[in-house]
């Protein structure tokens, strides 16, 4: 892990900030493999419960980096077409798969600018908390581009196809409040608060039995994509596998028995 990305852990919780404050925390290279590396080990962490993601600074993140695209110094930004795909499949584009691949929840804390990837990176996660602060844009056309990370696929799925088609094709900014009515964010609240918030979210989510957490997750994720009989079909697979884990049968004992349960990750 370089420092680019820092990783706090407390518990079953990690804290990834994004460390690149002079650039905004543009999505440059040392950053993308920051969190590669993160979140390709997440899955496997059997003690991990959940992630938040934050930026260092002002910023959450301000997306691509444009000092790297103007000088292409990033295999992404320079070479033939084909160069440029595999570039982008090989670098930014790891993320949007890792996040649809990580059972482990994901609240993206959003402390200040989220443009472009930055918004998308954000979409990413399951939930996401925002500051007074926050601004919000996907606005790829500024720059002639389109979303290459993975965003005009996460986004709608977000706010609708309606509303990523305006924030797309306007290039408009969203303030917290209206990405919040838009539904782009759960909660609003002052920046000293943020983190307090999303660890209180995440808290909440780890106070659960952490198998059961994890498919509760796969199954959202994986039921979105399929007819209804194969969601139930999915749905009958994983029942059956919490009911045969001793957390579960802990925590109907527990419920009975008007006590706090106490799960052990089994």
Known sequence: MNDAVLIERKGPIALVTLNRP???????????????TFLSGANADASLGCIILTGGGKSFSSGGNVKEMRDGTHPMFT??????????RNGIQQLPRLFHQLDVPAIAAVNGHA??????????????????????????????????????????????????????LTCCVLDAEQAK????????????????????????????????????????????????????????????????????????VALLEGRPPVYKGS
């Open 22 to 36: 002079d650039s905004r925390n543009a999505l440059s290279a040392d950053i993308i493999d920051g969190l590669v």
């Open 79 to 88: 070479g033939t077409p084909l160069d440029m795909q595999e570039g982008y």
């Open 115 to 168: 443009i472009g990837a930055g918004m998308d990176l954000a979409t990413m996660c399951d939930i996401r908390v925002a500051s007074t602060k926050a601004t919000f844009a996907e606005s790829f056309l500024r720059v002639g581009l389109v979303s290459g990370d993975g965003g005009a696929w996460y986004l709608p799925r977000v706010i609708g196809h309606a509303k990523a088609r305006e924030m797309a």
């Open 181 to 252: 009515d838009w539904g782009l964010v759960t909660h609003v609240v002052d920046p000293d608060t943020l983190l307090d918030k999303a660890w209180e979210l995440a808290e909440q989510i780890t106070a659960f039995p952490p198998k059961s957490i994890r498919l509760n997750k796969r199954l959202l994720r994986q039921s979105a994509d399929v007819s209804l009989d194969t969601a139930l079909d999915l749905a009958a697979s994983f029942q059956s596998i919490v009911q045969n884990t001793e957390d579960q049968a802990e925590a109907v």
